[in-house]
């Protein structure tokens, strides 16, 4: 079966470095998305990205960070001066349509800030 | 608003007992999905209820979802030790596709 692919699985970074997350989504799919889990607490949307563009954003997606589709399978993450309350796992999501469709998830990467 | 709460928040049961929790949402929903995440682990899809659908079945699953309660529950029949795992629920608000809010978890431990 398809499956989301994520790189890292695991960072380390210190306090206000930039970090890029990638994600390989789902060949077919057309919708692509970012979430994170902080230890212990809800799974949250960050950003929803469709035709190279943020179709939607949580207050959570601030200016620190940015989403970009630098070619036609990958989908990236960047967090501009990371701070320790960025510590959490990173999910990547993919579906196929916008409606009804199913929102599949990658493995996720883990992110510390030290 | 707090969208898609699981209840209950543990369950223990042995092998072969069946498992059921239940979810509670706030808003009108385009669908609902049910994943499950082994601890530090990715999200696994279970099941995708759409709202004009009142039960799904996927192998030992069992979905329903109730709108005129705001309400789904997901079972579990013969549950395995490999079924121990958190379960979510996710809704997909009507005024926002593809924005999927996630409840707390049903933390479900199947012991052999």
């Known amino acids: 079966e398809p499956e989301v692919t994520q790189t890292p699985s695991h960072q380390v970074t210190q306090m206000g470095q930039e970090v890029i997350l990638r994600c390989v989504p789902i060949s077919n799919h057309l919708y692509f998305y970012w979430y994170r889990q902080i230890l212990g607490q809800k799974v949250e949307f960050l950003v929803s990205f469709y035709n190279n563009e943020i179709s939607e954003k949580s207050e959570i997606f601030d200016d620190q960070f940015s989403v970009e589709r630098p070619d036609g399978s990958n989908f990236t993450l960047k967090i501009r001066s990371t701070k320790l309350e960025d510590s959490a796992m990173y999910f990547c999501?993919?579906?196929?349509?916008?409606?009804?469709?199913?929102?599949?998830f990658g493995e996720g990467s883990w992110l510390t800030v030290v | 608003s707090q969208q898609g709460e699981e209840d209950p928040q543990a369950l223990s049961i042995q092998e072969g007992e069946n498992a059921t929790m239940n979810c509670s949402y706030k808003t009108s929903i385009n669908n609902l999905q049910w994943y499950r995440q082994n601890s530090g682990r990715g999200l696994v899809h279970l099941i995708l209820?759409?709202?004009?659908?009142r039960e799904k079945h996927s192998g030992r699953l069992r979905v329903t979802l109730d709108t005129s309660k705001k309400s789904s529950s997901l079972l579990i029949t013969a549950s395995r030790a490999a079924d121990t795992a958190s379960y979510f629920c996710a809704t997909d608000a009507t005024d926002s596709w593809g924005k999927l809010q996630f409840g707390a978890g049903t933390q479900v431990v199947v012991t052999p």
């Open positions: 209820i759409r709202s004009n659908e």
């Open positions: 999501a993919s579906s196929r349509g916008r409606s009804g469709n199913t929102i599949y």
